[in-house]
């Protein structure tokens, strides 16, 4: 068997979305996670660790590597949305704990060590905030090198922000942490610049509960998977499939969200569509630009401000998805979702 094309460190704050962007990439046979750092943000750590924990053992995963990252941000106090994600941040699932351990090293080690020991080998996946690599970065300068290409979900451009007017959520817990890391990708050439997943697309991947009721057929789960507007918070997958069973529970939840938000019964599918891209860019459109994030803004901090056309005269240090092709994204995200649960039982 070849080894495989990407291996990557992915940094998360599990999180519904993020929840499914690790079944994801545990499904994709291209794929290797060779670490994984949790941070706050959609709950706080150490639920974040354990929820990362109890999913590699629900899939029955390898020992993967899971170390606990920061607890707050940079500078500023930390904001948890259990509103959205539920109070374990899985929504209305409720996993098995997994007997696993946490790694004895923090996550500022582990995205240290891992560049450190690969370099040029490894791709930065961001779900979260962005602290942990702030603080990596400040330990090795050199990390931005080292890594080959580092994706984020995180920013709005040409579209209204999720927490502010103008603000996207990731960005926003942590906004000195999403400058730092924007100015250290600073002067990277083309096809090494970060990729930013923001809201302009991923708020375009509109998971329905037919794609649910989809990812149950393909994993063979009895019976068939039917998710509803009508059903209460009481309501509890009965499918067969034990994976299926607690993402769809976990996907309810987060559908309801959105419906109460006057988005309708759907959940947008932020962090697995940057797992796509981080195995495949060429599934995303993107143009190059440079991003600055406002700190001091009394109505706009958090905002993610792209130079499109050069009036700062600084070169661009990312390229921003500005188009993908959502019902693909879906079709791949079925398939290999639906094979990997029903290959785990």
């Known amino acids: 068997m070849s080894a495989p094309a990407h291996r990557l460190i992915v940094d998360v704050d599990t999180g519904i979305d993020d929840s499914l962007a690790l079944l994801y990439l545990l499904a ?16 706080p750590v150490e639920q974040v660790a354990a929820n990362n924990l109890n ?30 994600h539920g109070p374990q941040g899985i929504g209305y699932a409720v996993l098995p704990p997994s007997g696993r351990s946490l790694s004895e090293r923090d996550a500022t080690a582990l995205w240290v060590d891992l560049v450190r020991a690969h370099p040029g080998e490894l791709t930065g996946l961001l779900t979260g905030p962005l602290t942990n690599l702030a603080l990596a970065i400040r330990e090795e300068p050199a990390l931005p090198r080292l890594l080959r290409r580092l994706v984020v979900m995180g920013g709005a451009f040409n579209h209204p922000g999720n927490t502010t007017p103008t603000s996207e959520w ?14 250290a990708f600073s002067g990277l050439p083309a096809g090494r610049r970060p990729i930013l997943c923001g809201l ?22 009895t019976p068939a998977e039917i998710i509803s507007p ?37 959940a947008h599918m932020h962090d697995p569509f940057a797992a796509a891209v981080a195995l495949n860019p060429a ?17 706009t901090r958090g905002t993610t401000v792209a130079d499109w056309v050069g009036h700062w005269n600084r070169e661009p240090n990312v390229d921003i998805a500005v188009r993908t092709d959502p019902a693909a994204f879906f079709d791949d995200l079925v398939d290999r979702v639906g094979r990997f649960a029903k290959s785990v039982g």
């Not at 999913?55 to 959205?84: H, Q, Y």
């Not at 990731?170 to 100015?183: I, Q, R």
């Open 28 to 43: 994709s046979p291209e794929a290797e996670i060779a670490g994984i750092a949790s941070t706050a943000g959609n709950v």
């Open 55 to 84: 999913w590699l053992a629900l899939c029955g995963a390898p020992d993967i590597e899971v170390a606990l990252g920061a607890r707050v941000p940079l500078d500023c106090p930390l904001r948890t949305t259990e509103d959205t």
């Open 170 to 183: 990731n960005v926003s817990v942590d906004p000195e942490a999403a400058k730092e890391v924007f100015d």
């Open 200 to 221: 302009d697309v991923t708020e375009t991947i509109e998971m329905t509960p037919d794609h649910v009721r989809r990812l149950a057929e393909a994993a063979g789960s």
């Open 230 to 266: 009508d059903d209460g918070p009481q309501v509890r997958s009965t499918a067969s499939n034990p994976v299926i069973r607690h993402l769809s529970d976990a996907i309810r939840f987060y559908m309801d969200f959105h419906r109460t938000h006057d988005q309708g019964f759907l």
């Open 283 to 299: 599934i995303t459109r993107t143009r190059p630009a440079t991003v600055d994030v406002e700190l001091h803004g009394r109505l």
